[in-house]
């Protein structure tokens, strides 16, 4: 709505006629509605998507190097941990209800590696459904803005820079032969779209239009 209030106080401050007003604004319609339509189908493809992923998702305790440090250590930790219990794991569900069974041994281990580097800040963690995440890349692969189900775990107050990663298809925490890969998991169009860097502009673009449904989403329950 602020982008389109923008857009006429752009237009009404250039000397149109009335008839050259109605064109611009018709054909700055038209493209959005063209905009929204190509949406569409990319928007049901991602979100396919989603549902085929599980997230890793760790706060910080803070933004001092100190804790972010201390955060990547944790991190290494967690995926050392998580190795060896996702070997055979073969979709979204197992992967969910392995990290849900291990879960008090996830916290325990990343406990202990606060505790050993000489924090006491608390380490809390939980699957959370439908977490929503914006555009992300993984070396060559570009998950789409959407939401996912994670594994979110918190440092300390939680209000440090994130680190994410895709627990599955194991890509953060070492994947073996015998697990799961992207190609695995998506189908081919799939995982075309995620593995191509041809789609950047398009990521980009369902975005922003991810950002304005949610926005909208947000002022109608309100």
């Keep these: 709505m602020k982008l389109i209030s923008k857009v006429k106080r752009c237009l009404d401050s250039y000397n149109f006629s009335s008839v050259g007003k109605s064109i611009v604004k018709s054909m700055i319609c038209g493209f959005v509605i063209c905009f929204l339509i190509s949406m569409i189908g990319f928007d049901a493809r991602s979100q396919e998507i989603s549902n085929d992923v599980f997230r890793l998702h760790i706060l910080a305790n803070s933004d001092s190097e100190k804790d972010q440090n201390l955060k990547q250590n944790v991190r290494k930790a967690v995926q050392s941990l998580c190795y060896d219990k ?98 695995d998991v998506l189908d081919p169009e799939e995982t075309e779209l995620v593995t191509d860097n041809r789609y950047e502009i398009k990521f980009k673009c369902y975005e922003i239009y991810r950002d304005i449904a949610e926005k909208l989403s947000n002022n109608a329950a309100e």
């Excluded at 699957?127 to 992300?136: D, L, S």
């Design 86 to 183: 996702f070997n055979g794991v073969k979709n979204r569900e197992e992967a969910e209800k392995a990290v849900d069974e291990m879960l008090p041994e996830i916290l325990e281990k990343a406990q202990e590696e606060v505790l050993r580097e000489g924090f006491d800040y608390p380490v809390s963690g939980k699957i959370v459904k439908e977490m929503y995440f914006t555009n992300r890349v993984y070396d060559n692969i570009t998950l789409p803005a959407g939401y996912y189900d994670a594994l979110r775990i918190e440092i300390g107050s939680g209000e440090g820079h994130n680190w994410w990663c895709v627990m599955f298809p194991p890509i953060c925490i070492g994947a073996s032969d015998n697990d799961a890969d992207i190609s």
